[in-house]
């Protein structure tokens, strides 16, 4: 039998991701965090670079117990992880707006994730590949199969990196506002607007060929793929 507490158990509580605050709503659970991270494929790496923090958006796919980042061998932040510094990285998914009856009591409901590491560079040509295909696939299944492949002067000025997932914790907050019924009394409307990220009407590439029709999978895009 394979080892299921790696695929399917906890990641351990460490001291930098117990959640201290409304612990209730902190969670391990490797399932609900692959499925907050697979949900999305952009997340926020923050990272030190001579005593400064830096805060970065960038791409990010998941394949099984890993994350991989990739950019140009000239980025900063590729450079730094790829230096072996720690950094932190989250996703955060808005599920809606909580308007409560007090100005201190509104509040958002989400699912985040939060994943400390070290990033492993990627150096072989084959796995480097491999991955480039996981980050086409992963933002739209079946894509790679369409698209040129990376040159191999494409491949050189691009960096991977892995992310091995072993130290990450999730928050979760649902439902209504927790203020008390006697906060009910005013005039304020209450309750949750929910909030989901959609994708619009497809806009054609004037250079396209026009007489390709737009996949099924991109006119009804969802998450995960
Ligand atoms: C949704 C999204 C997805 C992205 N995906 C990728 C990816 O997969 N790979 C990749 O390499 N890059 C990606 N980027 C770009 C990424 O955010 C960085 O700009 C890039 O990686 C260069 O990083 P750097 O540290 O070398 O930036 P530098 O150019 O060295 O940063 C210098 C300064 O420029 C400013 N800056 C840099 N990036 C941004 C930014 N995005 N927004 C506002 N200010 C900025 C900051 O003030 C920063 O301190 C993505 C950006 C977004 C918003």
């Known amino acids: 039998m394979g080892d299921i507490t790696k695929e399917h158990g906890e990641f351990p509580r460490?001291?930098?991701?117990?959640?201290?605050?409304?612990?209730?709503?902190?969670?391990y659970d490797r399932e609900l965090i692959y499925s907050?991270?697979?949900?999305?494929?952009?997340?926020?790496?923050?990272?030190?670079?001579?005593?400064?923090?830096?805060?970065?958006?960038?791409?990010?796919?998941?394949?099984?117990?890993?994350?991989?980042?990739?950019?140009?061998?000239?980025?900063?932040?590729?450079?730094?992880?790829?230096?072996g510094a720690p950094f932190c990285l989250s996703v955060t998914l808005l599920d809606g707006i909580v308007f409560s009856p007090t100005a201190t009591g509104n509040a958002v409901n989400y699912r985040s994730v939060v994943v400390m590491g070290k990033a492993e560079v990627i150096e072989s040509p084959e796995a480097k590949l491999a991955a480039m295909r996981d980050f086409v696939d992963y933002v739209l299944r079946g894509r790679w199969a369409t698209v040129?492949?990376?040159?191999?002067?494409e491949l050189k000025g691009t960096m991977v990196l892995a992310v091995p997932l072993v130290e990450a914790s999730a928050k979760?907050?649902?439902?209504?506002?927790?203020?008390?019924?006697?906060?009910?009394?005013?005039?304020?409307?209450?309750?949750?607007?929910?909030?989901?990220?959609?994708s619009g009407e497809p806009l054609a590439d004037p250079r396209g060929k026009p007489d390709i029709a737009v996949p099924a999978n991109i006119a009804h895009y969802t998450r995960p793929q």
């Not at 460490?14 to 969670?27: I, Y």
């Not at 400064?52 to 950019?71: A, E, I, M, S």
């Not at 009394?185 to 607007?193: E, I, P, Q, Y």
Request: aromatic share 10%; glycine share 8%; net charge positive.
């Open 14 to 27: 460490t001291e930098r991701t117990r959640v201290t605050r409304k612990p209730d709503r902190g969670s």
């Open 172 to 198: 979760v907050r649902t439902g209504f506002a927790v203020d008390d019924n006697k906060e009910y009394d005013g005039s304020a409307w209450t309750g949750v607007l929910p909030c989901k990220w959609t």
């Open 36 to 83: 907050i991270l697979d949900q999305a494929f952009v997340c926020t790496v923050g990272f030190i670079v001579d005593d400064l923090p830096y805060v970065v958006p960038t791409n990010y796919v998941r394949v099984g117990d890993k994350l991989f980042l990739h950019g140009s061998t000239a980025s900063r932040l590729m450079r730094t992880l790829s230096g």
């Open 148 to 153: 040129r492949p990376p040159s191999e002067q």
